[in-house]
């Protein structure tokens, strides 16, 4: 156990439909991450929230969004989801905003649009 | 745009030998440089950090080069065992205040 806990594990949902994917980061870390992860892509940097706000942004769709919330967990939500959007999507922690040191990743929700 | 290769998706090697990994990328210059191991289904766990200033890290079985004037990283490990079979990730940082990916090499050690 990694100590970053990510629900759903695995879900299943239709073409135009939205989902919510949570993460609640480890205890004391202030930094959370999302990524994405295709078969041909490999791990696809989102968005990182600090303490509460949006630190970066990266490769993330307008159908897509997410917020740190006060205690620190997370949300990413997807909506009008489309085929491509099934993947596998990673939370990582880490306790500070920038600069070098691992990231703990979560165990992932794997998303299969159909 | 930056660019990472992780030559070879797939490496074999025999139990005992030493596996070498290579990164290498282009269109950067990371401060630091990261390998993160991945099994089938989990999340990437960290494995080493080397920093642009240091030429080589050391942990246990495992070894980590790092030159930025050919722009590569190395990662070795040594007296290979089944259990290190993972796909192995090299990660370049920092990128817009994040980690930088490369797809990975998937490593089987036979016994």
């Known amino acids: 156990d990694s100590g970053v806990t990510q629900t759903p594990k695995h879900l299943i949902t239709a073409t135009g439909q939205r989902v919510t994917l949570r993460c609640s980061p480890r205890?004391?870390?202030?930094?959370v991450y999302w990524y994405q992860q295709s078969l041909d892509q490999g791990l696809q940097f989102l968005i990182q929230y600090y303490n509460g706000e949006e630190r970066a942004k990266g490769n993330i769709l307008e159908r897509f969004s997410a917020q740190q919330f006060p205690d620190l967990h997370s949300e990413l939500n997807l909506s009008s989801l489309e085929l491509g959007d099934s993947a596998l999507y990673f939370c990582a922690s880490s306790p500070r905003d920038r600069g070098p040191g691992g990231y703990t990743f979560g165990s992932g929700t794997r998303l299969t649009v159909v | 745009s930056q660019k990472i290769e992780q030559n070879s998706e797939a490496l074999n090697i025999q139990e005992g030998k030493t596996a070498t990994l290579t990164c290498n990328y282009t269109n950067y210059s990371p401060a630091y440089l990261q390998w993160y191991r991945q099994d089938p289904g989990r999340g990437p766990v960290f494995l080493l950090l080397?920093?642009?200033?240091?030429k080589e890290k050391r942990k246990e079985r495992l070894k980590v080069t790092f030159d930025t004037t050919l722009k590569q990283s190395l990662f070795h490990i040594t007296a290979s065992q089944p259990a290190d079979s993972a796909t192995y990730l090299c990660?370049?940082?920092?990128?817009?205040?994040?980690?930088?990916f490369g797809t990975g090499t998937r490593l089987t050690v036979i016994p």
């Open positions: 990660a370049l940082g920092p990128g817009a205040n994040n980690l930088f």
């Open positions: 080397i920093r642009e200033n240091e």
């Open positions: 205890s004391g870390d202030l930094s």
